[in-house]
């Protein structure tokens, strides 16, 4: 027994989720239910950088009449944060380059003389933290139902940012209950912590394959975005290198630079839109997404042969979820943890996982979402009505979220499955959806047989 229990304690940690203290208001650009909504010819167009925004859904999102929700999982993205440790040294070094180099600034430009590189790295911001308590609002709001009596397991990913995430949204949940006048004595909530590392079976953070992380297939999305940025950059870069003469910014660094606009504007607990933006014009900013769209797809989606492998770990947790059923060894779960009831609890009729963009890209293409998007070319950019919902921004953007639900029906037998992303419903044509995107329970998961059979799981360690 003590045996087992330090496995299991190794492997993952089960913390408190203790409530986070705000300071701030509520930032005007945001709402709890529509996400952000100040400047949305722009920010709506910033790939996995855009804060999370309610995509517009061609079929009804609400709950249909007749039905009952019985089962609820929610997926989600950490908040918005500073750039990557890597990203915040290439931009602070682009910065440098022009204040070094820029003989005058020009009209829009101006500003930049000024400006001062404050932007951290990694962490989350405070607006991203307001975005989780959000998100917990509106989860408890959606399946108040439920909610009401009920509390889902939380689970994270060890990431500081994640695990910050979760703990917020724990906070917005618990502040809807009590709004609701519901009692809750088990706040704090338990939170189950899987650390991210090499070698740790992680379904909420992919490190395992080392074909997929260290072969040929981590170039595809690289060469997929250079061909692109060649083609759309380019003008972008002569402008700016003639508003702001003698900075020479290469074609990546003129990235880098419409990169600090959502950052900036992130970093503004209000959110307010940074001067960086306007630099941009609309038609620009869907090229940039469209950029990171590319990046997504042949990074972590059904361009690159391994990439919905990488989401297949946690796609056999949600079968077992949905199922009743213990979790099927195999990708990279972690039976030391799936097999014990403190850490991977089943029988529950809410969940909460909280993960990274493309741990999400992965999983969405593990179960089959997006499988009818055409292959993306990247020499012309297809928007995400034509590429049939697939956009970096639709998809994976910052507290980026997944619902996976299950009703009964008045006229059905069996149990129905729906998945919103991002509050669009899913049509799940794989496994025969009606004209509200819902499959039978029993058809969706003999539809998963990418899943059941590891994916590409074997091609990892060639």
Not at 32 to 53: K, N, T
Not at 253 to 264: K, Q, R, S, V
Request: negative net charge; contains cysteine; aromatic residues 12%.
């Amino acid at each position: 027994m003590l045996a087992t229990l330090l496995a299991l304690f190794t492997a993952a940690s089960v913390v408190t989720a203790w409530p986070r203290s705000h300071a701030w208001g509520h930032p005007p650009c945001n709402t709890i239910d529509a996400g952000y909504q100040c400047r949305p010819d722009l920010s709506h167009y910033w790939g996995q950088y855009s804060p999370y925004f309610k995509v517009e859904s061609e079929i009804p999102d609400v709950l249909p009449e007749q039905c009952h929700i019985t089962f609820a999982q929610i997926l989600s993205r950490h908040g918005a944060r500073d750039p990557t440790s890597s990203k915040t040294e290439v931009y602070n070094a682009t910065i440098s380059k022009i204040h070094a180099n820029a003989q005058s600034y020009t009209d829009e430009f101006a500003f930049i003389e000024d400006y001062e590189y404050k932007l951290g790295a990694d962490q989350l911001t405070s607006f991203g933290e307001q975005q989780m308590v959000d998100s917990g609002i509106k989860f408890y709001h959606r399946y108040e139902s439920l909610a009401r009596e009920l509390v889902p397991f939380f689970r994270s990913s060890g990431e500081e940012r994640v695990v910050q995430s979760a703990e917020n949204f724990t906070q917005g949940f618990h502040a809807a209950k009590l709004a609701g006048r519901c009692k809750d004595p088990a706040y704090p909530y338990p939170l189950v912590v899987i650390p991210e590392g090499d070698g740790i079976n992680n379904t909420l953070n992919h490190a395992l394959c080392t074909e997929f992380e260290n072969g040929p297939v981590d170039k595809i999305a690289d060469d997929a975005q250079t061909g692109w940025a060649d083609i759309f950059a380019k003008p972008i870069q002569s402008r700016l290198n003639e508003g702001m003469p003698g900075a020479n910014l290469n074609v990546i660094e003129t990235i880098y630079m419409m990169d600090l606009c959502p950052f900036e504007t992130v970093a503004n607990p209000t959110g307010a839109i940074s001067q960086f933006c306007n630099l941009f014009t609309e038609q620009e900013w869907h090229q940039y997404n469209y950029y990171e769209t590319l990046d997504k797809y042949y990074g972590y989606s059904h361009g690159n042969p391994l990439g919905p492998t990488q989401g297949v770990g946690f796609a056999k947790e949600l079968i077992a979820r949905l199922t009743n059923t213990p979790v099927r060894e195999g990708a990279s779960t972690n039976m030391t943890l799936d097999e014990n009831n403190t850490t991977f609890p089943l029988g529950r009729q809410l969940y909460a996982d909280f993960s990274h963009d493309n741990d999400m890209t992965a999983i969405f293409s593990a179960l089959g979402l997006y499988n009818t998007t055409a292959a993306l070319p990247n020499t012309t950019i297809v928007e995400a009505p034509q590429a049939d919902g697939y956009s970096a921004a639709w998809t994976a953007s910052f507290a980026a979220r997944a619902y996976f639900e299950t009703m009964t029906c008045d006229g059905h037998e069996e149990e129905l499955v729906r998945i919103l992303v991002n509050d669009r419903v899913q049509p799940l044509t794989q496994c025969g959806g009606d004209h509200l995107g819902r499959c039978n329970l029993s058809a969706f998961i003999d539809s998963l047989d990418f899943v059941k059979m590891d994916g590409h799981w074997d091609q990892c360690f060639v």
